[in-house]
């Protein structure tokens, strides 16, 4: 693994790329972006996904968000869906600029809200050739409706309200900037099952990171967050070959079917028996099988060609 730095306009990324043992740097060679869930950082599921795509023999690159982790921006701790969408054309962008990356071999994997955001990036950016997607989660949608998905669109009204409301405040200068928890500090009986399992993941030794503060900033985020639909024109733009991998516990279930539903492309979905939402973080069990679907995905879709091959 290298740690290393790359331009997104103005901001400096950064990221681990990662790197198959012995590979022949005078050659070329497929390449994946893994981008993280909201709230995470490289070091955690994505760090884990690009290692294990790297024994598989592809290049593979996890980063921080732009205003997020090790990344540059400001304010941080923004999550804005738009600017996390560029982050994955920036992935793309260096990647293409590697001698041992093939330009025309790249593809994505996304887990959780980043499998919403590469979906929204490869449908305007075709230099992404096939997308995986692991508890996928469209996170506009999923925070105007619920973890379910079961409310209306209006639900998100009262919210809405107390944003402008805390505006005002801010811009008056009579309140500081607010932030809200990605996952429930102290979960309760009614706190849905995977966003319980969240808390462990990310509040506890399992997998907490100094970077991954559990908080966004609810005034500038949540504007951005309502309004987003990754898979908006998913039907029309998304023409990529698509793996859809998800467990057949995870309340964020019906996101993965809506995705696999709606693209017209080729496509495959992958319900794991018993699998939650979370488990396909860091349970090995879950994690194998997530790539051992993608290994054989990304290499037909990312296979060289013989024009390629010279």
Known sequence: MEAITFPNDQI????NLYLPE?????GRHPAVVVVHPGGGVKEQAAGLYASKLAEQGFVALAFDASYQGDSGGEPHHLEDPYARVDDVRAA???????DFVDPERIGALGICAGGGYSVNAAMTDYRIKALTTVSAVNVGTSFRRGWYGTDADAAAVPTLQALAQQRTAEAAQDAEPTYLPYVPAEPDENTPRDLVEASDYYLTPRAQHPNAKNKFLFTKSVSRIFTFDAFHMVEDLFTQPVLVVAGSEAGSLWMSTELHGRARGPKKLRIVEGGTHMDFYDVPKYVDQAIAEATPFFTEHLAATSTDQG
């Open 12 to 15: 400096t990324m950064a990221g």
């Open 92 to 98: 793309v962008d260096h990647l293409q600029t590697l």
């Open 22 to 26: 012995g590979l022949d740097r005078t």
